[in-house]
Nanobody, 121 residues
């Protein structure tokens, strides 16, 4: 049974940092990514990384502030979030797929339960 379990969310002041982790079990994935969903908005792509770790992809809104990485030995992906802004407030979801990179929600079959990130101004 495949499971993705996110940890690391919380409340932080603007300008602060948080690191999210997502531990996968049940199988390995070629692409792992992060999405987020703010209240009243659609779920949106944040970042993704290939299995080799050599290729990473980011939404324009987080480039230069967020860094995605993965530890294949632990089957875990991370999202380091720096210089957080109130508009980063959302539920963050880990997602995984066995194919090449995609930034579409519909492109991911496997999802975690989500972790809340709240950035206060």
């Amino acid at each position: 049974q495949v499971q993705l379990v996110e940890t690391g969310g919380g409340l932080v002041q603007a300008g602060g940092s948080l690191r999210l982790s997502c531990a996968a079990s049940g199988r390995t994935f070629y692409t792992m990514g992060w999405f987020r969903q703010a209240p009243g908005k659609e779920r949106e792509f944040v970042a993704a990384i290939r299995k080799s770790g050599g290729s990473t992809y980011y939404a324009d809104s987080v480039k230069g502030r967020f860094t995605i990485s993965r530890d294949n030995a632990k089957n875990t992906v991370y999202l380091q979030m720096n210089s957080l802004k109130p508009e980063d407030t959302a539920v963050y979801y880990c997602a995984a797929r066995v194919q090449l990179y995609s930034d579409y929600v519909s492109g991911y079959k496997y999802w975690g339960q989500g972790t809340q990130v709240t950035v206060s101004s």
